[in-house]
């Protein structure tokens, strides 16, 4: 299961849309999230969490999030490998 966009192209259509929905019902981000970078950190958990939720595999979320196909992967053998080294 692939989503029809990923990486930047997929966080910057959630961004879009949580930013709409929260001028719609008069949400300061501002206020909920004090700094852009809280604010870019809770885009991409909401949007792991909605893959996740809709059926994707962790693996699957992961990838479409970070836009590369082996991101998981790599994350997973580097992971790995700092353990086995530690």
Excluded: C, H
Excluded at 15 to 35: D, H, Y
Excluded at 66 to 71: I, L, P, R, T, V
């Amino acid at each position: 299961m692939k989503p029809a966009i990923t990486g930047t192209e997929l966080l910057n259509k959630v961004q879009s849309t949580l930013i709409a929905f929260a001028n719609e019902k008069g949400i300061s981000l501002q206020a909920e999230f004090g700094t852009a970078e809280k604010f870019k950190q809770y885009v991409i958990a909401f949007t792991m969490r909605f893959l996740l939720d809709s059926g994707f595999s962790v693996p699957e979320a992961f990838n479409a999030v970070m836009g590369n196909q082996a991101a998981y992967q790599q994350l997973a053998e580097s992971v790995w490998t700092k353990l086995a080294t530690n």
